[in-house]
C-alpha cells in the first residue's frame, strides 16, 4: 500500500460546528504533516507528527487541533472555523529516516468549506 | 526575495511541444523535488534530486548544485500534462520549501 487517504474528500460547515479530518497510510512512516493550501497557492505547513508527537507546530489558531492516535493516523479537529480558513487541506507522509531528504507522499486533500 | 523562485510562472504549450520549467533556491539543500499537482487534486511526488538527472518516462528533471538550480522538462507534451508544477527544496528539518508554481497548459 503506497498511498496516503483522506476523508472527507469535501466537507461544508459553520462556524459553530465542530468536524474532524481524517488521514491515514500504512508505508511504515513515521512522521506525517497537515498542510492548509489557497487557491494559486503552494501548501503551507501547518503541523508535523513525528513517531506520533507534535515536532512542529507552525503558530497555527487554536480551532486547529490535531492529534496523532497511532503511526498511520493523523486527525486534524477543527471548532469555531472563520470563513477564511476555508481552503484544501492536505495530509502527507514520510519515512523517518529520510529526514533530510524527506519525500512525502501526499494524500489527495479535503475541500474544505466554511460557512 | 523568496528562496525558491520558478520560471514562468505560467506556460501555454501545444501538444507535442518540449517545455522546461525552471526552478532556482538560495538556501543549502538535501534534496530538490519535483511536484504536480492537478486542478482540485492531490500533490504527487515526480521527482526528488540530490544530483545530476533523472528521467521517468517523458519527465526529465536535471539539477546543478554549484548553480543552485534545477529543469524540469517534458517531452512530447500532452493535454494530460496540464497542471501546476511545483519545485520544493529540503534539508536539515522535516520542512519543505515550495516555489510559487508553474501553471502548465497543454492545447490539443
Known amino acids: 500500500d503506497t498511498e496516503v487517504t483522506q476523508t472527507p474528500k469535501h466537507l461544508v460547515m459553520g462556524m459553530t460546528n465542530k468536524k474532524s479530518l481524517k488521514c491515514e497510510q500504512h508505508?511504515?512512516?513515521?512522521?506525517m504533516y497537515w498542510y492548509k493550501q489557497k487557491a494559486k497557492k503552494p501548501p503551507e505547513l501547518m503541523f508535523v507528527?513525528?513517531?506520533?508527537?507534535?515536532?512542529i507546530n507552525e503558530s497555527v489558531p487554536s480551532r486547529f487541533s490535531p492529534e496523532c492516535p497511532n503511526s498511520s493516523l493523523l486527525n486534524l479537529h477543527l471548532h469555531a472555523l472563520q470563513p477564511e480558513d476555508s481552503a484544501l487541506y492536505l495530509c502527507?507522509?514520510?519515512?523517518?529516516?529520510?529526514?533530510?531528504?524527506?519525500?512525502?507522499?501526499f494524500g489527495p486533500g479535503t475541500r474544505l468549506t466554511v460557512l | 526575495k523568496n528562496e525558491v523562485e520558478q520560471s514562468p510562472q505560467n506556460l501555454t504549450a501545444q501538444e507535442g511541444e518540449f517545455i522546461t520549467i525552471n526552478c532556482s533556491y538560495s538556501v543549502g539543500i538535501s534534496a530538490l523535488h519535483w511536484l504536480q499537482q492537478h486542478p482540485g487534486g492531490g500533490i504527487v511526488s515526480l521527482f526528488m534530486l540530490s544530483s545530476g538527472k533523472k528521467k521517468h518516462g517523458r519527465l526529465i528533471a536535471t539539477i546543478n548544485i554549484q548553480e543552485k538550480h534545477s529543469s524540469l522538462h517534458i517531452t512530447a507534451s500532452h493535454p494530460r500534462d496540464s497542471a501546476v508544477y511545483i519545485c520544493?527544496?529540503?534539508?536539515?528539518?522535516?520542512?519543505?520549501?515550495f516555489g510559487t508554481g508553474t501553471l502548465l497548459a497543454v492545447q490539443p
Open positions: 508505508m511504515g512512516h513515521r512522521a
Open positions: 507528527y513525528s513517531y506520533e508527537k507534535l515536532s
Open positions: 502527507a507522509s514520510s519515512h523517518p529516516t529520510s529526514r533530510s531528504y524527506n519525500e512525502q507522499f
Open positions: 520544493a527544496v529540503s534539508g536539515a528539518t522535516n520542512k519543505l520549501i
